[in-house]
């Protein structure tokens, strides 16, 4: 069995541990998503997993984590999405079965998107 404790210069190599991690403040906690990863495999969306999760079972998202918000300007209705164009179908939906107008906003930029009925067809 080859040692792995040395590289080809004789110095020992530190095994480097590249799990992201995501942090809450308002829980207070940080964790690895070694789960998603290895037990759901969920490869790239590991972090967008763990936020979905984590607002389900929280009623927010974890810290660093910019959602697309698409609420209605006539009714109270909204929903959040963590990938705009959920955002813009809901919206597009909204809109079209309803005939009301929806802005969408992302909490990063101070753009809005505007999605009118007529626009929704």
Known sequence: MPDDSNDAGGEATAEVDDTPTVSCSRCDREWDLAYELDDL???NQAVEQFALDHKRH???FPDDVRTWLASCRRCTELSEHLARHAAERWARTHARHTRHTVAIEHGVDDETTVVEPDDAQ
Do not use: A, L, S
């Open 58 to 60: 929280t009623g927010h």
């Open 41 to 43: 495999g969920v490869g």
